[in-house]
């Protein structure tokens, strides 16, 4: 085996869409990075990476400032507000958040960057 020329293995080049998606796919809750990354056969660093290009919006998307926005459903929607607590309908500017990990119910003058602060580690 001649062991003069070293031997170079080609980069891997991906579009920039095809980026997008594999980073858009382990945004999901719950979803593990490195398993995206073995499925679509990228190393998990790199999708890390990538990760860090979207979200200064280097990806060909808009940029992220650190606001994102969550889906809702509307009570009316769901057809029952039976888990709602009762007080809320008669107050006006309550918003009330639920997910897995979290329930919050927001009062009129509420304290803006405290509830910034309890948002963000709580949506991590």
């Given at each position: 085996m001649d062991t003069s020329q070293p031997t170079q293995r080609k980069r891997q080049t991906w579009p920039m869409a095809e980026k997008r998606r594999i980073v858009?796919?382990?945004l999901a809750p719950g979803v593990?990075?490195?398993l995206v990354a073995r499925?679509?056969?990228v190393n998990a660093n790199?999708?890390?990476a990538w990760r860090r290009l979207y979200r200064e919006g280097k990806l060909g998307q808009t940029p992220?400032?650190?606001t994102s926005l969550l889906p809702i459903r509307l009570a009316t929607?769901?057809?029952n507000a039976?888990?709602?607590i009762p007080a809320i309908h008669d107050r006006k500017g309550v918003i009330q958040i639920e997910t897995a990990k979290l329930r919050l119910q927001v009062e009129p003058g509420a304290d803006?960057?405290?509830l910034r602060l309890i948002l963000k580690s709580a949506l991590r």
């Amino acid at each position: 085996m001649d062991t003069s020329q070293p031997t170079q293995r080609k980069r891997q080049t991906w579009p920039m869409a095809e980026k997008r998606r594999i980073v858009e796919a382990t945004l999901a809750p719950g979803v593990s990075v490195a398993l995206v990354a073995r499925d679509n056969g990228v190393n998990a660093n790199q999708v890390f990476a990538w990760r860090r290009l979207y979200r200064e919006g280097k990806l060909g998307q808009t940029p992220t400032s650190g606001t994102s926005l969550l889906p809702i459903r509307l009570a009316t929607e769901a057809g029952n507000a039976d888990h709602l607590i009762p007080a809320i309908h008669d107050r006006k500017g309550v918003i009330q958040i639920e997910t897995a990990k979290l329930r919050l119910q927001v009062e009129p003058g509420a304290d803006e960057r405290l509830l910034r602060l309890i948002l963000k580690s709580a949506l991590r």
